[in-house]
């Protein structure tokens, strides 16, 4: 099936400094890719929606200047997390739909911890 | 407001059965997912209801009821490795998808 490839897996930063995270897929073209945030046991919140050649989609309350989300090309999407702090520490993961309503691949998530 | 509840966690004994639910308020309706996640890990996808009724699949079986905003995943002859948390996801009039927090389902051996 269809795969998403996320990187980094996990990553640790310095407070102040920015974080980018990469998410690729590999047999398809992903015209639209989906950025979640999952804080510990808590739901996947939807941060933004991303889509190749124009700016992206954000939910609300979302500040679109420090998650800076890039949707270059078909395969691939960057969500940069711009002056990281400890409160942005959580689990990014994204998502890029398939032909059907079932479809929905994922990437393998980043956990960003923020000291 | 649109809302997904489901319990937040459950315990199980390995080979029982357990029946994790779900209620859902929506804006429109297009289906429900069940997905499971294992710590630190993206979701997988479980299954996919959109008309009423049981839908089963190997040892997972879920459950609809449209009329009551409500759903159900059954997992039976349960394993240590069915040790996750269970998303509970509405897809909403404009295809996106509502989440619950999660149940965390506990195997004891």
């Known amino acids: 099936g269809a795969v998403v490839s996320q990187h980094p897996s996990w990553v640790i930063c310095k407070s102040g400094t920015s974080v980018k995270i990469e998410c690729r897929s590999l047999?398809?073209?992903?015209?639209?890719m989906f950025w979640y945030r999952q804080f510990p046991k808590q739901s996947l919140m939807l941060m933004a929606t991303?889509?190749?050649?124009?700016?992206?989609?954000?939910e609300q309350g979302v500040e679109k200047d420090k998650f800076l989300i890039n949707h270059a090309s078909l395969t691939l999407s960057t969500l940069t997390v711009t002056s990281a702090h400890p409160e942005d520490s959580s689990f990014y993961i994204c998502?890029?739909?398939?032909?059907?309503?079932?479809?929905?691949?994922f990437g393998q998530g980043t956990r960003l911890t923020v000291v | 407001g649109q809302n997904i509840d489901q319990p937040t966690e459950m315990t199980a004994t390995e080979g029982a059965i357990v029946q994790i639910n779900c209620t859902y308020q929506?804006?429109?309706?297009?289906?429900l997912f069940w997905y499971q996640q294992h710590a630190g890990e993206a979701p997988t996808f479980l299954s996919y209801?959109?008309l009423d009724g049981l839908e089963e699949k190997g040892r997972f079986s879920s459950f609809l009821s449209r009329s009551k905003g409500y759903s159900y995943l059954l997992l039976k002859e349960l394993q240590m490795k069915d040790s996750a948390s269970y998303l509970c996801?509405?897809?909403?009039?404009?295809?996106?998808?509502?989440w619950g927090a999660g149940t965390k389902l506990i195997i004891k051996p």
């Open positions: 209801n959109v």
């Open positions: 047999d398809f073209q992903a015209t639209t």
């Open positions: 991303s889509n190749e050649g124009s700016k992206a989609t954000y």
């Open positions: 998502s890029a739909p398939g032909g059907g309503v079932t479809e929905a691949f």
């Open positions: 929506t804006s429109g309706f297009n289906g």
């Open positions: 996801a509405a897809m909403d009039s404009n295809y996106q998808l509502i």
